[in-house]
């Protein structure tokens, strides 16, 4: 049974950091992408970040670049999502995406098969 695992959410400051981590198990994506998507209250799911199955390719939604980072440990089946300052409008329920047809980076959810239970981010102003 494959589950996605986040953990990393907390309550965290305007300008602050957190670091959200998805551990995968029973089975290897080291061929598939994997992405972050968030949902705020009263809107829908959208996409965050993914990073191919090398790890050489990235994506970004256009509100997060230059604050959040994607990565990848091949190895350990794990992705993480660094984030840094922080903003209220980042507060969302994060959940992990794992992909079952795309190496690359893509942004659309339709391109992911597997999804966490999600982790949540409260920014304060």
């Known amino acids: 049974q494959v589950q996605l695992v986040e953990s990393g959410g907390g309550l965290v400051q305007a300008g602050g950091s957190l670091r959200l981590s998805c551990a995968a198990s029973?089975?290897?994506?080291?061929?598939?992408?994997m992405a972050w998507f968030r949902q705020a209250p009263g809107k829908g799911r959208e996409f965050v970040a993914a990073v191919s199955n090398t790890a050489a390719g990235t994506l970004y939604t256009e509100s997060v670049k230059g604050r959040f980072v994607i990565s990848r440990d091949i190895a350990k089946n794990t992705i993480y999502l660094q984030m840094s300052s922080l903003q209220p409008e980042d507060t969302a329920v994060y959940y992990c995406?794992?992909?079952?047809?795309?190496?690359?980076?893509?942004?659309?959810?339709?391109?992911?098969?597997?999804w966490g239970q999600g982790t949540q981010v409260t920014v304060s102003s």
């Open positions: 029973g089975r290897t994506f080291s061929r598939d992408a």
């Open positions: 995406a794992a992909s079952e047809t795309s190496g690359g980076a893509t942004s659309s959810s339709n391109d992911y098969r597997y």
